[in-house]
């Protein structure tokens, strides 16, 4: 089981992850796992794409409007969950 997000770390998007730009967002899969999740947002496409530009995922969501940085915190946790974002 993959540890859960730590906000004070530096991720970054998986290796084995492909991201597949769409009008709504991307579809992220991850040929390890064969996982498909859904990055129903262009801007938490962008986060995860950036997230290795950040020392911490705290550092990364300052950027985030305050409106969307709890539903990008918990995306993120997902998607590190599912290890399609993992600890630099």
């Given at each position: 089981m993959p540890a859960p997000l730590d906000p004070a770390r530096p991720y970054r998007l998986s290796p084995g992850v492909?991201?597949?730009?769409?009008?709504?967002?991307?579809?992220?899969?991850?040929?390890?796992?064969?996982r498909l999740s859904f990055l129903k947002a262009p801007e938490l496409v962008?986060?995860?794409?950036?997230?290795?530009?950040?020392?911490?995922?705290?550092?990364?969501?300052?950027?985030?409007?305050?409106?969307?940085r709890d539903a990008f915190r918990r995306a993120l946790a997902t998607l590190a969950a599912a290890d399609m974002i993992i600890p630099q």
């Amino acid at each position: 089981m993959p540890a859960p997000l730590d906000p004070a770390r530096p991720y970054r998007l998986s290796p084995g992850v492909a991201l597949r730009p769409e009008p709504f967002g991307a579809l992220a899969y991850h040929f390890g796992n064969r996982r498909l999740s859904f990055l129903k947002a262009p801007e938490l496409v962008h986060l995860v794409v950036e997230l290795d530009q950040y020392a911490s995922v705290h550092q990364a969501l300052a950027g985030v409007s305050e409106r969307h940085r709890d539903a990008f915190r918990r995306a993120l946790a997902t998607l590190a969950a599912a290890d399609m974002i993992i600890p630099q």
